[in-house]
T-cell receptor, first 113, second 112 residues
């Protein structure tokens, strides 16, 4: 059974600081997704990582995937208040389980002035 | 942009009612999914479908059924709603070689 663990689960940051959220998963997969969720809202797609070594950047966020280590990171550079949200990683199944996403618990990010 | 539209943002239903949650996508995706999200339990897959008239059980299918008569529409059915089905329901579509999954805006269902 695929398990996905994020850490930290709670992250309180000061504006302007850098930090990394980690996403570990337990079985082979080469497809991983990052989502953002604001309170009471649905999930917004941030990054689609489809191969080992994939790195994608959008604004102050950068995501990477190491399929050998079964690890993805979401790096936040010079945080701003607008980044406050819950961030989820989700790992895709393989073979007959393709399309079945397993989500991490989510990281609640709060950025303070 | 892919659009996944869920017909209701908020619903309040009575215990024992039959409830239909509708989801429509406009990008010709073959794969569609229903999840529920609960505090402390995260997102859990209820059912998914790879094609018209096809359905597969997810991790928590009990008490639910689905219908996919047309490619763009995937319906979640609560045969007899119960209070433990009070939740946020999220529909998603997508998958494939070059893109991920897009979620609808969610339906917050309360069963009283």
């Amino acid at each position: 059974e695929l398990k996905v663990e994020q850490n930290p689960l709670f992250l309180s940051m000061q504006e302007g600081k850098n930090y990394t959220i980690y996403c570990n998963y337990s079985t082979t997969s080469d497809r991983l997704y990052w989502y953002r969720q604001d309170p009471g809202k649905s999930l917004e797609s941030l990054f689609v990582l489809l191969s080992n070594g994939a790195v994608k950047q959008e604004g102050r966020l950068m995501a990477s995937l190491d399929t050998k280590a079964r690890l993805s990171t979401l790096h936040i550079t010079a945080a701003v208040h607008d980044l406050s949200a819950t961030y989820f990683c989700a790992v895709d199944g393989i073979g007959t389980s393709y399309g079945k996403l397993t989500f991490g618990q989510g990281t609640i990010l709060t950025v303070h002035p | 942009d892919v659009k996944v539209t869920q017909s209701s943002r908020y619903l309040v239903k009575r215990t024992g009612e039959k409830v239909f949650l509708e989801c429509v996508q406009d990008m010709d995706h073959e794969n569609m999914f229903w999840y529920r999200q609960d505090p402390g339990l995260g997102l859990r897959l209820i059912y998914f479908s790879y094609d018209v008239k096809m359905k597969e059980k997810g991790d928590i299918p009990e008490g639910y059924s689905v219908s996919r008569e047309k490619k763009e529409r995937f319906s979640l059915i609560l045969e007899s709603a119960s209070t433990n089905q009070t939740s946020m329901y999220l529909c998603a579509s997508g998958g494939g070689n070059n893109y991920g999954y897009t979620f609808g805006s969610g339906t917050r269902l309360t069963v009283v």
